[in-house]
């Protein structure tokens, strides 16, 4: 008995492919597959780029919260410059007001 090549066996028309070679299958295959390793290879890139953007987006942060303390120390000193004013306005019109 001659056995058939596997390459050259056809698959039976049951499993739909009865037009197609176990080769043809192999071939296939091995296309998609390089193409599915050419999408885990963009998915990996496009996730090391999201990873980088978020850390710029952090020290972004950091800088804002730095900054926005900033501010808010400059607030209260003329907060509190703006309170000495007053303290001292009403402490001269209370002199005039006795002045006179």
Same mark, same amino acid.
């Given at each position: 008995?001659?056995?058939? &090549?596997?390459?050259?066996?056809?698959? &039976?028309?049951?499993? /739909?492919?009865?037009?197609? =070679?176990?080769?043809?299958?192999?071939?296939?295959?091995?296309?998609?597959?390089? %193409?599915?390793?050419?999408?885990? =290879?963009?998915?990996?890139?496009?996730?090391? /780029?999201?990873?980088?953007?978020?850390?710029?987006?952090?020290v972004?942060?950091?800088?804002?919260?730095?900054?926005?303390?900033? !501010?808010?120390?400059m607030?209260?000193? !003329?907060?509190?410059?703006?309170?000495?004013?007053?303290?001292?306005?009403?402490? %001269?019109?209370?002199e005039?007001?006795?002045?006179?």
């Amino acid at each position: 008995m001659m056995s058939i &090549p596997v390459e050259n066996q056809k698959l &039976p028309l049951s499993q /739909g492919y009865s037009h197609l =070679s176990i080769t043809n299958l192999k071939d296939d295959i091995s296309a998609n597959s390089m %193409l599915l390793d050419d999408h885990i =290879s963009d998915m990996i890139s496009i996730s090391a /780029g999201i990873q980088n953007h978020i850390t710029k987006m952090r020290v972004f942060q950091k800088k804002l919260r730095k900054q926005e303390e900033r !501010y808010l120390d400059m607030f209260k000193q !003329y907060q509190d410059q703006i309170d000495r004013t007053n303290q001292t306005a009403e402490r %001269l019109q209370e002199e005039n007001s006795r002045l006179r």
